[in-house]
């Protein structure tokens, strides 16, 4: 197992991509912390059905109830795993608004959901690393995966706020970087492409996506993703830092 004994934590865990994602490394060996906002019911039901789940496969989990634009929330979730599994070596930022939002020009995207997806997915991402720095630091190891997407190289009609959040991943990904290098921590991006998962089909007919520009035909999976993430999260990938690998079938090419 490539992940024996180390600590991962997945934002955005309770269902569809994250849940993928931690279940992908409690395969691989991982302890998990799984940190998701809690807004209904279905929210924290969802999120101890995933730990459920690791359980299950004979994994070890546990779960915190936390909103990734909290300073607060991302300073206690790291507390909160260091308290339970003694230290952290993997953070999966998967925590975004995407699930629901609907397409429209720009001119007419109200400015508070500009804010919320700003917050959320850049914000986010920022305050999460910033919580686990100081971790990662004092043991010298540490690998961050930041979930960017396709569509901050080619953009996506009707989608500028989510396109520029992802922007924004993939930039700061290669600033910290710089700055995290000398200490042996790892940041980097996995940009999907159009995935079938929960959040996708809420936004359109997966069905009906066109795959003819994608030269292996299809249309990605979690398991294409989770696997990414994997791979960057694995002593595999020790000695690359600042990158961001596009996982759609060939789609985008760089």
Known sequence: MRLKERVAIVTGGARGLGRAFALRLAGEGARVMIMNIVLR????????????QIQDIGGEARHFQGDVSSEHDCRAMAEATEAAFGHMDILINNAAVYEGLVRKPFDEIGLDEWDRVMTVNVKGAFLCVRAVYPYMKAQQYGKIV????????????????????????????????????????????????????????????????????????????????????????????????????VVDGGRYMH
């Open 146 to 245: 930041n979930l960017c997407s396709e569509t901050a190289f080619t953009g996506s009609h009707g989608f500028v706020h989510y396109v520029t959040s992802k922007g924004g991943i993939l930039a700061m990904t290669r600033a910290l970087a710089v700055e995290l290098g000398p200490h042996n921590i790892c940041i980097n991006a996995v940009a999907p492409g159009f995935t079938d998962t929960e959040s996708s089909r809420s936004l359109a007919d997966v069905s009906k996506y066109d795959t003819s520009k994608t030269p292996l035909q299809r249309l990605g999976t979690p398991d294409d993703i989770t696997g990414a993430a994997l791979f960057l999260a694995s002593p595999e990938s020790d000695f690359i830092t600042g990158q961001t690998v």
């Open 41 to 52: 019911d279905k929210d924290l039901a969802d999120m101890k059905e995933t730990v459920r």
